[in-house]
């Protein structure tokens, strides 16, 4: 039996200015989850800490450079070729105009619209989390 891949992972939870909406993204049809929606982020590279790849994956995603922020949660997903540990992080604050770098849709959404948008299975552990009012730690 083949082990599985284990890969961790920086999500952020980017919230506007009036701290009422999440900027959510969609994911590139050629990827797994092809076309659902998904919170910034991204695979944690060798010798990279956490708050760089937070700083580099939003850059290069969404073109923002984040100032404020703070942890909110570590959870793991176990998918069926691979377990995903992800760190999420909360942004409150950053510099510049969120677009879509990678050719992808972006968007605005309030917390209790989240589920009216489709998600990786992940992501749902999260969505809860924002839904039920839960602040970061």
Known sequence: MEEKQYLRVVMAVIWN??????????RPETKNFG??????????????TDIETLDRELDE??????HDFTHRMDFKHDYEDKIIEFVVYDVYSFEGEPYGRENQAIRWISAADLTSAEFPPADYILIDEIKNGIMPD
């Open 35 to 48: 076309g659902l929606w998904e919170f910034p982020g991204g695979k944690v590279e060798s010798g990279e």
């Open 17 to 26: 200015a009036s701290m009422d909406e999440i900027l959510i993204c969609q």
């Open 61 to 66: 995603e969404v073109g923002i450079l984040v």
